[in-house]
Each structure stands twice: as structure tokens, then as C-alpha cells.
């Protein structure tokens, strides 16, 4: 049985930083490429971020270049996203996900239905 459990979210205050973890258990992690997405009231999930299976091949979505970087341990089957200089923006609920690749793929990476594995989320919250 796969789970996927995400960690590390919060209330912050604007220009605050946070980092948020995910653990995977019942697959082998390091055959899937990981990402995080988010989702705001209102809104649809929007991907933020993904890592290929051997920590190259990072993609981010506009908005958070520079701010937010992934990562990722295999040996702990863990995922990161350290989350810098946040802003009101980015308050949603945050979403780990595994996909069944390698690599995230360039043009896909940021389609929800492409991932086969989901976390419940962990609430971001950035005070202005």
C-alpha cells in the first residue's frame, strides 16, 4: 500500500520561510519522478515544482523561480520543498505527488492527471 504523507506547512508572515516534507512509503521512490502542487480556495491545483528521480531535471512553475527549490533523498524517501521570501500569494494547500517516470517531462510535468500517487496536503498559510 503506497502512502504519501506531507509535512511542514504553516503560518507565516510575508518574506517568512517554510519547508515542507513528504515521505513515500510502499513503492521504490527513486523510480518515480515527485512533485509538489498546491491548491487555493477557488482555484485549481496548480503544479509548483518537480524532480526527476536522481535529483536532476527540475522544473518550477513562474511564479516561485528563485523563491522555492525541490529536492530530494532517496535514502530517506523523502521529498523538500524549501520555501523562501513567501508571499500572501501563496497560501493554498500544498500537494506531494509521484509519477510513474523518471523524469518529469518538459511539457507535462504540471498536469495533475499525469501523477498516480497523492499526499492529503499540508495548509500553507502567509500573513501580508
Known amino acids: 500500500q503506497v502512502q504519501v504523507v506531507e509535512s511542514g506547512g504553516g503560518l507565516v508572515q510575508a518574506g517568512g520561510s517554510l519547508r515542507l516534507s513528504c515521505t513515500v512509503s510502499?513503492?521504490?521512490?527513486?523510480?518515480?519522478?515527485m512533485g509538489w502542487f498546491r491548491q487555493a480556495p477557488g482555484k485549481e491545483r496548480e503544479g509548483v515544482s518537480c524532480?526527476?528521480?536522481?535529483?536532476?531535471?527540475?522544473y518550477y512553475e513562474e511564479s516561485v523561480k528563485g523563491r522555492l527549490t525541490i529536492s530530494r533523498d532517496n535514502a530517506k524517501n523523502t521529498l523538500y520543498l524549501q520555501m523562501n521570501s513567501l508571499k500572501p500569494e501563496d497560501t493554498a494547500m500544498y500537494y506531494c505527488?509521484?509519477?510513474?517516470?523518471?523524469?518529469?517531462?518538459?511539457?507535462?510535468?504540471?498536469?495533475?492527471?499525469?501523477?498516480?500517487?497523492w499526499g492529503q496536503g499540508t495548509q500553507v498559510t502567509v500573513s501580508s
Open positions: 524532480i526527476g528521480w536522481s535529483g536532476r531535471g527540475t
Open positions: 505527488a509521484a509519477r510513474t517516470t523518471w523524469a518529469c517531462g518538459s511539457g507535462a510535468w504540471q498536469e495533475s492527471v499525469k501523477y498516480n500517487y
Open positions: 510502499g513503492l521504490t521512490f527513486d523510480d518515480y519522478a
